[in-house]
């Protein structure tokens, strides 16, 4: 059984960094051919894919984040972690981590329970 | 990047009819290969997203038969058949063409 387990700060001040982490277990991160996601929700339901870094540790972000994010892994804890720099209340969202298989089933097939991240000062 | 845009539902759908929900890309999905990379997700109320349908049409594992997808290279439709009040909740399709992924802004299915 494949689950993901986001855990962050809930609360954070604008300008200061988001860091949130995903813990993986019943799969290790590294098997071909998957890769691992940020996505994020905000209030009001709109969906953004933030990045993923993939079974080999190749990474890609979204470019409408990419002077912000970083997305890095520790493959011994089967963990894989976001960061996002210099917030504003407009990173207020639920952020969710989720596992995506290239090739097909390809979608988001397994996906955390979600961390609320509330910026504001 | 490719935008999704979805319709709303007129709402709240009667238990036991039918209730389809559709989604239009600014791009066609339909790949060299033959594949059209459009998948459909539920998110049910306090839950994350569940997936539903991926390759515009294949339902996921698990998923009931009473959830079929279709369409054409930009205008899409995720049917669902006989809703139940297990359905509630907001349906989101997105593009898995190519990067950025990107999502529609979701549709609400309500249940009479």
Redesign the interface.
């Known amino acids: 059984q494949v689950t993901l387990q986001e855990s962050g700060p809930g609360l954070i001040k604008p300008s200061q960094p988001l860091s949130v982490t995903c813990s993986v277990t019943g799969y290790s991160i590294t098997t071909s051919y998957y890769y691992w996601n940020w996505i994020r929700k905000f209030p009001g ?5 933030m990045g993923y870094i993939s079974y080999d540790g190749s990474i ?1 972000y ?3 984040l990419k002077s912000r994010i970083s997305i890095t892994r520790d493959t011994s804890k089967n963990q894989f972690f976001l960061q996002l720099n210099t917030v504003t209340t407009e990173d207020t969202a639920v952020y ?1 981590c ?1 596992r995506h298989a290239l090739p ?6 397994y ?4 961390v609320m991240v509330t910026v504001s000062s | 990047d490719i935008v999704m845009t979805q319709g709303a539902l007129p709402s709240p759908v009667p238990s036991g009819e039918s209730a389809s929900i559709t989604c239009q890309s600014s791009k066609s999905l339909l790949h060299s290969n033959g594949k059209t990379y459009l998948n459909w997700y539920l998110q049910r109320p306090g839950q994350s997203p569940q997936f539903l349908i991926y390759w515009m049409s294949t339902r996921a594992s698990g998923v009931s038969d009473r959830f079929s997808g279709s369409g054409s290279g930009t205008d899409f439709t995720l049917k669902i058949s006989r809703v139940e009040a297990e359905d509630v909740g907001v349906y989101y399709c997105q593009q898995d063409l190519e990067f950025p992924l990107t999502f529609g802004s979701g549709t609400k299915l309500e249940i009479k």
């Open positions: 339901n709109k969906l953004e894919w890609y979204n470019p409408s969710y989720a097909g089933p390809q979608g988001f097939d996906w955390g329970q979600g």
